[in-house]
């Protein structure tokens, strides 16, 4: 909300004692941010009123013409290329040094012809988007003084966020009170006694159907309003705070909007169909032609203003085309009403309509200003016009006790603010923001008037209205020593943030994406295929198709991570995500959804480049597979795990497995199948896996207990095998595990081999072996035997043979 | 024969003179094995000497080669030691001799990199445990209730509209801030509380200054005797620990509907030093959280005793915590994952 400096200097007694920035500091300092103020007197330096004396063609050219324009003090001559004015019309003259959009006044010669300055159009002194000829103003304007401060331009805007809380400081009258109980200034209030003017006939009535819908519906009729243009002042005053001018009367209303924050509504009273006006529902199907030319079908909940025939407005929103004030509007009908913001809240959401007027009633305003706008409307128009109106109001309202005494004690305000704060002062807060009180002994009665009834409900409001206006940087900070036994994390806490730091260690970029994916993806995937990823959540509002389902695994986000890096041509990632995945819940209705920490790696492209000392190498599963075991040994037991295949539509069906520990699921890991990777337009390896962390750190071995470090030494053999291709390398190790006796310590694969002196059809395996006993030094003899019965075994059971 | 047995005591003092002499211009190897041969050699007078010593007499021969072995060996360990000291000269030489480029390049281990939301997260999180608090957690996915309703947001508060939120059906939706944690937290726990909880929430919002999600960490801390100064002192000392000691920080009144009173926090602007600037809009100040004393009405939710207790809570965004303090000048970066933006934490 935009708001001016003189607009507030007519509601706050002296209010020049402060300057536009101290009271747009104290503002934001008491809860009403200013979030910028403007000075616009700047933009119009140098630009003065002057007068045409009298004009003639400009000798060498057809459109130009040549002015004398008397600026008071003297007679300046000016070359002009309009040619609508007339002599004696005032205008706004830019001198030298005047800045017109980026172009700076100089006295010059144009065309052989002396010029001293520039009459200026409406839309170069930025009063309108497009303008016709230079500005011709009406009034009574001194000659040589400044345009700006004579209509109304030479003023400061104080741009003003406005809490929901506060529907009463949408208004420069709230703005007003506020700035009277920070600084103790005089607040002027508007306040007519007019009584005696309502309902005094009944030529015409008003019908409220709900009054729980509408609490308050004032209206009053002026009749023969004679055509008159809105005053420079006023017009000015509204652009200043964004609106722009459109006719006298909607002028005023939107002015006495901003001034009093009660929006007014007026219709061309010839075109309404009844001297009755109906608040009402709107019946099923009922239709409308607003303002803005559009055709709304309303619900049934909808509030319209209705005559006896149809409805000629949409509550609070907007109003109807066919009973809008046009330039043949004589008599207007002016509406001055109060209805139930989350009905009005309900229908500008439905209808996407949102206005000035909407946003005041859906934040509750006060009804006791119905009548004030009323009679500012009539004591504005009358200062405009000249014109006295009928002094009759009409008025419907819900009779309700709008005053609240709440107790405000002193050992409150200590409790919350850890201060004592004088008893006076707080009164006298209090009394300043409109609120009357007196002090007994240990606390304030206070008495909430009307337009705060809505946000000062209870004794802690009171509090907080004492600690905003007292100010809080004048409340002391007061050191807190927690009372809790000690900060802390939670196991999972710590074991989280220690993945996180292994990952990054190793050398892996963590990155964090939305929840959100779009269901082409989550298909494109084929995870509508797969039992354990299908059940996703639906977003029932998406911001986009993009945006639409929660995912399930953080596949699909760490792949698009590649592409997206791969089109900055970063072709090498080691990426992972530490993130929740959601699934449906089928077990009832009503249930959250099931949220699961996944861990999930990434790995694409080279794992190193060429380089002066060794060669370029690409990522392949066991890169992948490297660091699962490196996170297996580092949080759980090494031994515990295995990878069992199991086909997943989005892996190569031979690379894809699930990952165990002690024979329970716990993750996935392979590679991404090729095709896909293909209509992805990637062109290189994709390894992938993913971990339930919640399990993984369960699992995690808690009670890390010392193991004795051996104290004889080990005895070490190779072993190199001939064996079918098919049998697997698990398959071999478990043999030779089971064979090798508790004292079989550590087994490694060293060599891998396929080709020349091999067999089609087989491979050869060399394995070293290490042995030790806990309690003696081994003898070679023992090795051999065992080493012997090992190969036995693999012979027996795989049909394999020493290699020679 | 004492003339004799002198006369030998002579030249081997005179042979030791001669090889300290001599010792003095051996500057490699090659000339020590020359004074080695010199002097202990076959023809050098000690070994000759001891070569013949069956001329002298039975009863002088033991004195003879105490003698002369005293002196070879007093010359055997010089000559060792000079060759032991050649020795390391020599090496060193060599060594020296070797060429290394160290400008090559070494092999690279590959950099990694904790996401730059969890490092401010880490960082706040640190500051707190030091100050004695634990960290909560709570779902994303969260009911009509805890979102809203148990945080003084009954079905039509105008400030509902302030959030725009991601449904999932009419009672469940994404968690438009942390402040649930709050709620979940007291209900399974008695006061005191002191809690922090940082994770991720939805807005239906997104341009240049808005992403569908981000990141919040709430703060809660509730028990006897907790007041508003204890709140300013709380975010002031996080201010201070996460910004510097340097930042000024004001409390300006807010609304917030679980809070009363309520506060938005600033820190003076590190850019223009609180003169004004672009980035803090020109006041001088930027924006870093919202907090205020908990509204008593929440103690009813969770079954505390409002005249017993009182409390504080308090709101930041991550990513806003985490431009201001690194300089970054675009929030979309944060969910855009470029491997280079990545990298730099
Ligand atoms: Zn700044």
């Known amino acids: 909300m935009k708001i001016t400096y003189s607009w507030l200097e007519e509601f706050v007694a002296d209010l020049k004692d402060f300057s536009p920035q101290d009271i747009a500091n104290k503002l934001t300092m008491s809860g009403t941010e200013v979030k910028r103020l403007e000075y616009t007197g700047d933009k119009y330096k140098n630009i003065i009123i002057a007068q045409i004396e009298s004009f003639i063609k400009h000798p ?24 609508n004015f007339k002599e004696k019309d005032l205008v706004a003259l830019a001198l030298e040094g005047a800045k017109i ?31 016709e000829g230079i500005l011709i103003l009406e009034g009574n304007y001194k000659l040589g003084e400044s345009f700006a401060r004579q209509v109304g331009l030479d003023d400061w805007v104080f741009e003003i966020e406005v809490t929901p809380n506060r529907p009463d400081c949408l208004s420069v009258i709230g703005i007003a009170r506020e700035i009277s109980a920070i600084t103790g200034l005089r607040f002027k209030s508007l306040e007519y006694d007019c009584q005696n003017e309502i309902n005094i006939n009944k030529n015409f009535q008003i019908e409220i159907k709900n009054l729980q819908l509408c609490p308050r519906y004032s209206a009053k009729i002026f009749k023969d309003i004679v055509d008159k243009k809105t005053p420079d002042w006023m017009k000015n005053r509204l652009l200043l ?170 050992s409150k305000i200590k409790q919350i603010l850890g201060i004592d704060i004088e008893r006076k002062a707080a009164s006298l807060i209090l009394e300043r923001l409109g609120i009357k009180n007196k002090i007994s002994d240990d606390y304030i009665s206070a008495l909430v008037p009307s337009f705060r009834f809505e946000d000062l409900e209870r004794e802690i409001d009171l509090v907080e209205e ?47 994406n939305y929840s959100f994916i779009s269901l082409k993806e989550f298909n494109f995937f084929k995870l509508n295929e797969e039992t354990s990823f299908k059940d996703y959540v639906r977003i029932s509002n998406p911001l986009n198709e993009d945006f639409e389902i929660l995912r399930t695994t953080l596949l699909q986000s760490l792949v698009k991570n590649l592409k997206d890096n791969i089109s900055r041509k970063i072709l090498n990632l080691r990426i992972f995500e530490i993130s ?63 990878l069992l295949n199991n086909e997943y539509k989005f892996f190569h069906p031979s690379i894809s497995a699930d990952i165990n520990f002690n024979n329970e699921k716990i993750g996935i890991i392979g590679k991404i199948h090729p095709q896909l990777v293909n209509l992805l337009d990637i062109r290189q390896d994709v390894y992938f896996m993913e971990i339930d962390l919640d399990n993984f750190i369960i699992k995690s071995d808690k009670k890390q207990q010392f193991k004795q470090i051996p104290q004889f030494p080990s005895i070490s053999i190779d072993l190199a095998i001939v064996i079918d291709e098919k049998v697997t390398n698990s398959e071999v190790e478990e043999e030779i595990y089971k064979n090798g006796g508790k004292n079989l310590v550590n087994l490694r694969l060293f060599d891998l081999y396929k080709g020349k002196q091999i067999e089609d059809g087989k491979k050869s395996l060399a394995y070293s072996l290490e042995f030790r006993a806990d309690d003696r030094t081994l003898k070679d003899l023992e090795v051999e035997i065992i080493s012997k019965r090992i190969i036995e075994n693999l012979n027996r059971k795989f049909g394999a043979v020493l290699r020679q | 024969m004492e003339e004799k047995i002198n006369l030998l005591k002579q030249d081997l003092n005179k042979t030791f003179e001669n090889f300290t002499n001599d010792k003095k211009e051996v500057k490699s190897l090659n000339e020590l094995d020359l004074l080695e041969s010199k002097y202990l050699g076959k023809k050098s007078l000690i070994a000759q000497t001891l070569k013949n010593i069956n001329e002298f007499p039975h009863e002088v021969k033991p004195f003879v080669g105490k003698t002369v072995n005293e002196v070879r060996n007093k010359i055997e360990n010089e000559i060792k030691n000079l060759r032991d000291e050649l020795n390391l000269i020599e090496f060193d030489r060599k060594l020296r001799e070797e060429k290394f480029d160290l400008t090559l390049p070494g092999r690279l281990l590959p950099l990694g990199s904790k996401n730059i939301i969890n490092k401010v997260i880490e960082e706040i999180q640190e500051i707190f445990i030091g100050l004695g608090y ?39 939706l994404l968690r438009t801030h942390t402040s649930p944690v709050q709620i979940r937290y007291m209900e399974k726990n008695k006061p005191p509380v002191y809690i922090i909880a940082p994770g991720k929430v939805y807005r239906k919002d997104y341009d240049v200054t808005h992403t569908p999600m981000f990141t919040q960490i709430e703060g809660l801390a509730v028990d006897n005797n907790i007041n508003f100064g204890n709140l300013k002192w709380t975010l002031e000392t996080l201010a201070h620990s996460f910004f510097g000691k340097d930042r000024k920080v004001r409390f300006r009144p807010h609304y917030f509907p679980f809070t009363e009173p309520s506060a938005e926090v600033d820190v003076s602007c590190n850019i223009c030093g609180g003169k004004g600037c672009r980035v803090c809009s020109g006041t001088g100040w930027l924006e870093i959280l919202g907090a205020g004393m908990v509204d008593p009405n929440l103690y009813k939710y969770v079954n505390y005793n409002p005249d017993e207790v009182t409390g504080f809570a308090f709101g930041m965004g991550i990513e806003r915590m985490a431009m201001l303090k690194y300089g970054i000048d675009d929030l979309r970066l944060f969910f855009e994952n470029d491997i280079r933006f990545l990298r730099q934490f």
């Open chain 1, 241 to 410: 705070c964004d609106i722009r001018s459109i006719n006298l009367v909607v002028d005023l209303t939107n002015y006495i909007m901003l001034e009093t924050g009660q929006p007014l509504h007026a219709f061309d009273a010839e075109l309404l169909a009844s001297n009755k006006i109906i608040v009402r529902t709107a019946q099923k199907n009922e239709s409308i032609t607003l303002i803005d030319g559009t055709v709304r079908t309303l619900n049934e909940d909808t509030i319209v203003i209705a005559d006896e025939k149809n409805a000629v407005a949409i509550a609070g929103i907007m109003g109807g085309k066919d009973t809008e004030i046009n330039e043949k509007t004589k008599n207007v009908f002016l509406e001055s009403a109060n209805f139930w913001g989350p009905s009005i809240m309900k229908t500008s959401k439905k209808l996407g309509l949102r206005s000035e007027a909407s946003n005041r009633f859906e934040k509750k305003i006060d009804p006791m200003l119905t009548i004030i706008a009323l009679k500012r409307f009539e004591e504005l128009l009358n200062k405009i016009t000249g014109q006295k109106f009928e002094k009759v109001i009409y008025d419907c309202y819900l009779d309700v006790n709008r005053e609240r005494n709440i107790n405000l004690r002193f």
């Open chain 1, 466 to 512: 004492i600690a905003r206006i007292y100010g809080f940087e004048n409340i002391p900070t007061q050191k807190l020593d927690s009372r809790s036994s000690h900060g802390k994390y939670s196991y999972s806490q710590k074991m989280t943030m220690k993945i996180r730091q292994t990952l990054e260690d190793s050398g892996f970029n963590e990155v964090i």
């Open chain 1, 101 to 131: 959009g980026d172009f700076t006044i100089k006295k010059s010669k144009i065309r052989g012809e002396y010029s001293e300055g520039m009459m200026c159009s409406e839309k170069e002194l930025g009063l309108s988007q497009e303008s």
């Open chain 1, 60 to 83: 060498n050219a057809d459109k130009l013409s040549l002015c004398k324009v008397n600026i008071g003090s003297e007679i300046l001559n000016i070359v002009c290329g309009a040619n």
């Open chain 1, 580 to 642: 929740k995945v959601f699934f449906k819940d089928n077990s009832g209705k009503n249930n959250l959804p099931i949220e699961k920490t996944r861990l999930a790696v990434l790995l694409s492209g080279k794992a190193n480049l060429k380089s002066w000392n060794y060669s370029e190498r690409t990522y392949d599963f066991y890169d992948l597979k490297g660091l699962l075991e490196y996170l297996f040994e580092k949080f759980l037991l090494k031994d515990s795990l295995k």
């Open chain 2, 134 to 172: 634990e960290i909560a957690e709570g779902p994303e996915v969260e009911t009509d209730y805890y979102n809203f309703e148990a945080l003084n947001h009954p079905p039509d508060h105008p400030a509902r509209s302030l959030h725009d939120t991601f449904f999932i059906d009419d009672k469940i």
